[in-house]
T-cell receptor, first 115, second 113 residues
Framework: EPEVTQTPSHQVTQMGQEVILRCVPI?????FYWYRQILGQKVEFLVS????????KSEIFDDQFSVERPDGSNFTLKIRSTKLEDSAMYFCASSVPGSANEKLFFGSGTQLSVL | EDKVVQSPLSLVVHEGDTVTLNCSYEVTNFRSLLWYKQEKKAPTFLFML????IEKKSGRLSSILDKKELSSILNITATQTGDSAIYLC?????????????FGTGTLLAVQP
């Protein structure tokens, strides 16, 4: 069964460093998302991406964050200058076009630890 | 403010028991309610509910939506240790530019042998 894949599974970085989290969405999906989950807290929406542009972003998604679809398969989340509070599990998700497009398929996540 | 509330926060049962997990929501322009199972990492899709009163079933799991009460339940019968996980409820709504989901805090289910 097709799945969303994310790399790396774990990322440790120093505060102030840039990180890029990578995702390969399911191939026929057209909507792409990033969510995060801080330990012990809710899964939170960060950003959605459709037709090569951001559709919507949350308050969390400030100028330090950016997303890109550099080619036909990858979808990346960049955090330009990481802060301690960026430590979280980051999930990529994708969904199909059409009437059930709110049914999101999630990747296994990247656990980001900022020291 | 849109919100999704799940109860109980955690639950410990024995194998063979039946459990009912609850989800209530307050969102404008409700579109659908989704249940996910989160073991270790990735939330995996269980059900999507859009119509009130129509039960969705998959094996020992079933779920139903009540739009009047703004709530949903997820039932698991004859629980097994493999059902141990966090069960997440999420709501999608019309009006935004996209299909973002708002999640509840989840219910942690532990099934003991």
């Amino acid at each position: 069964e097709p799945e969303v894949t994310q790399t790396p599974s774990h990322q440790v970085t120093q505060m102030g460093q840039e990180v890029i989290l990578r995702c390969v969405p399911i191939s026929n999906h057209l909507y792409f998302y990033w969510y995060r989950q801080i330990l012990g807290q809710k899964v939170e929406f960060l950003v959605s991406f459709y037709n090569n542009e951001i559709s919507e972003k949350s308050e969390i998604f400030d100028d330090q964050f950016s997303v890109e679809r550099p080619d036909g398969s990858n979808f990346t989340l960049k955090i330009r200058s990481t802060k301690l509070e960026d430590s979280a599990m980051y999930f990529c998700a994708s969904s199909v076009p059409g009437s059930a497009n709110e049914k999101l398929f999630f990747g296994s996540g990247t656990q980001l630890s900022v020291l | 403010e849109d919100k999704v509330v799940q109860s109980p926060l955690s639950l410990v049962v024995h194998e063979g028991d039946t459990v009912t997990l609850n989800c209530s929501y307050e969102v404008t322009n409700f579109r659908s309610l989704l249940w996910y199972k989160q073991e270790k990492k990735a939330p995996t899709f269980l059900f999507m509910l859009t119509s009130s009163g129509i039960e969705k079933k998959s094996g020992r799991l079933s779920s139903i939506l009540d739009k009047k009460e703004l709530s949903s339940i997820l039932n698991i019968t004859a629980t097994q240790t493999g059902d141990s996980a966090i069960y997440l409820c999420a709501v999608a709504f019309y009006g935004g530019a996209t299909n973002k989901l708002i999640f509840g805090t989840g219910t942690l289910l532990a099934v003991q042998p």
